[in-house]
């Protein structure tokens, strides 16, 4: 008897066990994202601490401690770097940024390279784009603070006309994947 009024119980909060174990499958990504994070963190904290605190621990010296936390900063930067399946998620970014402006690029092809060392992917593409100076500028500065890691390897401007309204710019970008 009391087997079957749980289960009448149970089966009546359907939406309320719903609920239920969403938010506790929601805790526990955000509890696995945080803590990775703060473990990153603390790993550098206390490699600066033990440094600074007890300089001659048994450490060979500051540049074990530089190679330490260079190591860890690599290990953050990668990753925060995006997949290399994100790759059409990035030229979809970067067309809409050019049409926000009202430009339109010339042969925009990314040419991609392993980076060995450090296992990345490094794509490249050289492009041009015409327009007035205020519209490459704005691109530009859209670009520098974009989210995604955009590194401006290359860029020439050239004056084509006679009143200084149109401007042809050649931009050569790169930007990095795991």
């Known amino acids: 008897m009391k087997y079957q009024r749980i289960t009448n119980a ?3 909060n359907r939406f309320f066990w719903a609920i239920c174990i969403l938010i506790l499958l929601l805790n526990l990504g955000y509890y696995a994202v945080h803590v990775q994070r703060q473990k990153d963190e603390i790993k550098k904290l206390q490699v600066t601490y033990s440094l600074k605190r007890n300089p001659g621990n048994g450490y060979p010296g500051p540049e074990f401690a530089s190679y330490m936390v260079a190591q860890l900063d690599l290990r953050i930067f990668k990753a925060k770097l995006p997949p290399k399946e994100k790759f059409v998620e990035l030229v979809k970014e970067l067309n809409e940024l050019l049409q926000q402006h009202g430009l339109d690029a010339d042969h925009m092809a990314f040419k991609p ?9 490094k794509y490249t593409s050289t492009f ?15 670009l520098q603070n974009s989210s995604r ?4 390897d290359n860029l020439s401007l050239f004056n084509r006309s006679n009143d200084g309204e149109r401007v042809d710019m050649t931009l050569q970008i790169s930007t990095y994947f795991r």
């Open 10 to 12: 149970l089966r009546f």
């Open 113 to 121: 390279e392993e980076v060995a060392p450090l296992k990345l992917w």
């Open 128 to 142: 041009g784009v015409s327009g007035r100076y205020e519209q490459l500028k704005g691109f530009i500065a859209d």
């Open 149 to 152: 890691l955009f590194s401006l």
